[in-house]
């Protein structure tokens, strides 16, 4: 890539775009909320107390800044040198906080009530109910049935949090139609209820909201790659389910000469091999049927098990600003026991996508650096996982 | 071509009566052409057809059930529109769907279908003003009417912007919620309907939560008329045929002829 073509994230325009993709497709009962929402985020961002509050919860609560770690072990093994970013060391174990943190003081400055939720993996919905836990609010979760099963010690800490989990049934009866459900609860009790969605995606202004919350993880890890690089690193990789912690990260090196990368699960690349549609609020790349019905995505992991994805990568990946690579269920288990053996990190199955691409991809990698987005631990995975490798193994 | 939906329904309203818009889902079952002609002859002004999407997120159970029937059972936009065209009724009729039927297909290709397959109208619940135009100026090159919803948290001076773009009716959402029979009328259908009527003369219909009779008269008292979703589409999915939904659709024409407004 020509550093000509180096350029930041903007923020979209008017209507809520990125380049062509975003939007605001929701039923028009729940259009005044969110320009309500719009309205009242850009008065709390520029609100000093607000922000103050914010930065104090991020740091005192949720433990920011999240450390550079580097990867000697795995450094050599790949011939590649290896820094992880580690948002697993955050509260309830991933980035999702930092969204969560950010939503629910500016639903609470707006007089809401209630949050509500979906989640695939739990961490998103854990990081609500932990909000919520200590706002005072109420709070309504949804997750598809089959996430649920595989993710039950989320459900278990979200029900203890004191919040209601409430299944999906519908459809796949994963993320996407936890979303459907949740957009439903929305559009019956939007005057009480904030919805505190987990990505970068829905109607306009939730990308750009999202991004904003997550960008103090990208500006932490520049100024940590500055001093310990002295420059920054030549790639950052994240995984792409809806894109949080991926825009996060990249927020802080749009502007540099890092070459971004996006992972996605080969079952779920909506950028690799969707076409431009419109679900859940807003246009993005979307995996669909040529009559356009959105198809089910197939990922080991229920964070990134979702057949569309935030509006901005889809700009980013059309501007060529980052790319979108895909990895199989396979390497990402490989991954993921790579991580662990190797750094004594046992990595969450999303992040374990991005460490998958590298581990892969470590040939044309060699002697360079690179920054992976660790976006959350690995405790919530490994009952899923004990079952996958002891049927490997036999036993 | 015959008259457009908004003819209709302000002829309806001239003749001092109310409108009953009948919504069915699109290709549930092989009594579809025949259910959209019984539910024409047993007095429904304008039907609406369900084009089935795989993420309607303005449906609550009944009709995502019927939509889950419909699609499994190999369903697509264009075989539904194939059998609309082959039915007989001089009732006009609307297609309701989520935009991304629509997008996916290009707006302008599926203006032009609808309009081929005898479709007056459309509604995209999930397409608001906001968003509207692209496919609105594609429908009126094709003289489809591009039918808009105004809800109950609309504040005052968006309700006339949302009643300039509308076509052939205004659809006021009766209920903070998804499309469902409730126990009862919710306030809101009464407080939506009168707001519109205050502020255009499009015909102005209210939907969503009007299950029974009783209530549509009782919504009709603020409206011109109701659209009746839910109850019919349950009806069609307890089996029984053409007839046993005909048969609700004159229960509702029944009492609204003989209320008095
Ligand atoms: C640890 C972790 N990483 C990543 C994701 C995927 O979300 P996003 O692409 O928005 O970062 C999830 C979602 O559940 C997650 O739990």
């Known amino acids: 890539m020509s550093l000509g073509e180096i350029n930041g994230l903007r923020d979209p325009d008017e209507s809520g775009r990125f380049g062509e993709f975003g939007g605001r497709f929701v039923p028009e009962t729940l259009i005044p909320a969110c320009l309500d929402l719009e309205k009242s985020f850009k008065e709390a961002w520029a609100d000093k107390e607000f922000r103050s509050r914010l930065d104090q919860l991020l740091s005192e609560y949720a433990g920011r800044p999240s450390p550079l770690t580097e990867c000697p072990n795995l450094s050599k093994e790949l011939g590649c040198r290896v820094l992880l970013k580690r948002e697993d060391l955050n509260h309830t174990g991933s980035h999702k906080i930092n969204n969560v943190l950010g939503q629910a003081l500016l639903a609470q400055r707006m007089g809401k009530t209630r949050l509500l939720a979906e989640t695939g993996a739990g961490q998103h919905g854990v990081a609500t109910a932990t909000a919520a836990a200590l706002l005072g609010m109420e709070c309504c979760v949804y997750m598809g049935e089959v996430d649920i099963e595989r993710q039950e010690l989320n459900v278990f800490r979200m029900r203890l949090l004191g919040a209601e989990v409430r299944t999906a049934l519908s459809g796949s009866r994963t993320l996407k139609d936890a979303i459907n459900e949740a957009m439903r609860d929305w559009v019956a009790t939007v005057e009480e209820s904030h919805y505190c969605l987990g990505s970068v995606m829905g109607p306009h202004p939730y990308p750009w909201m999202v991004r904003t919350f997550h960008e103090v993880l990208g500006k932490e890890a520049r100024e940590q790659s500055e001093e310990r690089l002295g420059t920054v690193p030549d790639l950052v990789v994240a995984c792409v389910g809806g894109g949080s912690n991926a825009i996060g990260i990249f927020s802080g090196f749009a502007d540099s000469s890092a070459e971004l990368v996006g992972v996605e699960p080969s079952g779920g690349a909506a950028v690799g091999r969707g076409v431009p549609g419109v679900v859940h609020g807003s246009r993005s790349f979307l995996l669909q049927d040529e009559f356009g019905q959105v198809l089910e995505a197939e990922s080991i992991s229920a964070g990134l098990d979702y057949p569309g994805v935030g509006p901005e990568h889809s700009h980013l990946a059309d501007s060529g600003r980052a790319r979108y690579e895909s990895v199989t269920d396979e390497e990402v288990i490989e991954a993921f026991q790579l991580l662990s053996r190797m750094e004594g990190i046992i990595p969450a199955l999303e992040p374990a996508h991005a460490l998958a691409w590298v581990s892969r991809e470590r040939e044309s990698l060699e002697g360079k650096t690179v920054l992976i987005n660790l976006s959350g631990r690995g405790d919530k995975d490994v009952g899923q996982m004990m079952e996958v490798l002891e049927v490997d193994d036999g036993k | ?261």
């Open chain 2, 1 to 261: 071509m015959s008259q457009t939906i908004e003819e209709t329904l302000l002829a309806k309203r001239e003749s001092g009566k109310k409108s009953l818009v009948v919504y069915l889902t699109g290709g549930l079952d092989e009594h579809f052409e025949a259910t959209v002609e019984e539910v024409s002859a047993s007095g429904a002004d304008v039907i609406e057809i369900g084009i089935p999407f795989s993420d309607p997120v303005m449906d609550g159970p009944t009709i995502q059930r019927a939509n889950d029937m419909a699609l499994t059972s190999g369903a697509t936009p264009v075989s539904i529109l194939d059998r609309v065209k082959q039915v007989e009724s001089p009732t006009p009729l609307a297609v309701m769907t989520y935009y991304n039927i629509a997008a996916s297909m290009g707006v302008e290709r599926f203006a032009s279908l609808l309009a081929r397959s005898r479709v007056s109208g459309c509604i995209l619940p999930d397409l608001p003003l906001e968003e509207v135009e692209p496919w609105a100026n594609a429908a009126d090159e094709e003289e489809v009417e591009t039918i808009l919803l105004a809800a109950p948290t609309a504040p005052d001076e968006r309700l006339p912007i949302i009643c300039e773009r509308s076509r052939g009716f205004i659809y006021g959402v009766g209920l903070l919620g998804v499309t469902g029979v409730r126990q009862e009328l919710a306030s809101s259908a009464i407080e939506i309907s009168t707001r519109l009527k205050k502020v255009t003369n499009l015909p102005v219909l209210v939907g969503v939560g009007i299950g029974t009779p009783d209530q549509a008269v009782e919504a009709s008292r603020a409206s011109d008329g109701v659209v009746v979703g839910s109850a019919v589409v349950e009806r069609m999915l307890e089996g029984g045929g053409p007839e046993r939904v005909g048969a609700l659709v004159k229960e509702f024409r029944t009492a609204l002829d003989e209320a008095t407004f």
